[in-house]
């Protein structure tokens, strides 16, 4: 296109989000921003129509959640402020949502409180946010007030995301009566009816605290209407953490039959049977998964250094600085094991000795994320590391470790929920 206007511009940004590219839109408000300060006399006469407006904010902050690129988010938060844009509900509604994936929860409580008008986005995002830092309490807390300013004629009202909101949190932080006792009144309290997806959240919420039983009743007992795809999906997780074999295998058949091609189902089978030490029939699934021509999501890690997204998976060698970040973590591990670490190797589900298990286990995506950012970052800096699977026990407890040994705070953003990890201690208390 020979001219492009701020719908050009916002549209393909918005594209790339959509589609998971978030490095990509950021780097196109970056073109869109360049243009705009340009000096050529042909771009100034047209630099308006490139000024960033509350829907490509709305846009791309999404994408600065996604990559925890907090540096870039604060800079877009700044533009708004300066334009009149932060008081725009969606805008303020993507801010919240924004600093709390990039894990400053303090922050997105102040944009929160400072807005002028919420909207249920905005309530929602933020219970959610709770939910994901493992603040239960707190996320029932502003649940109440939300439900409150409702009976007093507000225009906000609780709706079906807002009690899948409150379920996540109360399944993060082991609340396991005050879920229970919601999904039995939502009805009554609030006119909202169970959907399937709160069917899921309240078999998560039985699975994480290890009522596996009661979470597989709750499934037989769903209305044969509902589809149960998202609770078997929460089952079959739950049956990975605490290495129930047989259900397993009936929510990864259940899975199956329902989404033949989905990886995850296979993987977490594949995964409870090399935990159980039940290597061929680990084999026999991965074999099928092949069969099916399903492949395996790869582990990845992420950290923001500066302008550029570092990415790590397990045993990456492609790295420039590879070398020296396996180097360091070796050395690392010899300090963690003076200070009391003890490698869990059960975390490889692959039959190997255990001297090839703890030199799998210092390769892992996360592992080499938080080397990157103690090698590259000044004494005391926090380290913020996004992994789009669910963090290993092992290095959960690693990072415990290397917070206590090396004076940093790191914040752990895993698939579903956060791990602050400070002076040897997680904010989850080991419950996730």
Request: hydrophobic share 40%.
């Amino acid at each position: 296109m020979e001219h492009k206007d701020i719908v050009s511009w916002n549209t393909m940004i918005t594209g790339c989000v959509v589609c998971g590219q978030h490095s990509e839109a950021l780097l196109l408000l970056h073109e869109m921003q360049r243009l705009n300060d340009s000096e050529d006399e042909h771009e100034y006469d047209i630099r308006t129509f490139h000024r960033a407006n509350s829907i490509t904010l709305m846009a791309v902050l999404p994408g600065c959640a996604s990559l925890s690129a907090l540096a870039k988010g604060k800079e877009i938060h700044a533009y708004a402020i300066k334009n009149n844009m932060a008081s725009d509900v969606a805008v303020g509604s993507a801010l919240v949502d924004m600093y709390a994936k990039c894990g400053c929860l303090n922050m997105s409580k102040r944009v929160f409180d400072l807005m002028p008008k919420k909207n249920v986005i905005t309530w929602n995002v933020l219970i959610m946010a709770y939910g994901m830092h493992g603040l239960g309490e707190e996320a029932l807390s502003l649940f109440r007030e939300m439900a409150a300013e409702a009976l007093q004629g507000s225009d906000t009202k609780p709706n079906e995301v807002t009690i899948i909101a409150v379920f996540a949190a109360c399944s993060h932080s082991g609340l396991v009566n005050e879920g229970l006792d919601l999904f039995c009144s939502m009805s009554d309290r609030y006119g909202i009816n169970p959907t399937g997806n709160h069917y899921a959240c309240v078999v998560d919420l039985l699975g994480r605290a290890g009522k596996l039983d009661a979470a597989y009743e709750l499934i037989s007992s769903m209305p044969a209407q509902y589809d149960k795809t998202g609770a078997w999906s929460s089952l079959l997780g739950a049956c990975q953490v605490h290495k129930n074999v047989e259900l397993g295998e009936v929510a990864a058949r259940n899975l199956i039959q329902l989404e033949p091609h989905i990886d995850s189902h296979y993987v977490l089978l594949s995964n409870i049977y090399s935990s159980a030490g039940l290597w061929e029939k680990a084999t026999e699934v991965r074999k099928n998964m092949k069969q099916m021509g399903v492949k395996k999501e790869p582990g990845c890690s992420w950290i923001v250094f500066g302008d550029k997204v570092h990415k790590f998976h397990a045993g990456d060698v492609l790295h420039p600085q590879s070398e020296q970040l396996h180097g360091f973590i070796e050395d690392l591990s010899e300090r963690m094991k003076k200070e009391g670490y003890v490698p869990d190797t059960s975390c490889v589900l692959h039959n190997l000795d255990e001297e090839e298990k703890e030199s799998l286990l210092c390769g892992h995506s996360e592992r080499l994320a938080i080397a990157f950012g103690i090698l590259n970052t000044p004494p005391g800096c926090t380290i913020r590391v996004s992994k789009n699977l669910r963090v290993c026990n092992d290095c959960h407890t690693a990072t415990k470790f290397i917070s206590k040994i090396e004076k940093r705070e790191i914040i752990l953003r895993d698939v579903r929920r956060f791990h602050h990890f400070k002076d040897g201690v997680c904010s989850c208390g080991d419950y996730w």
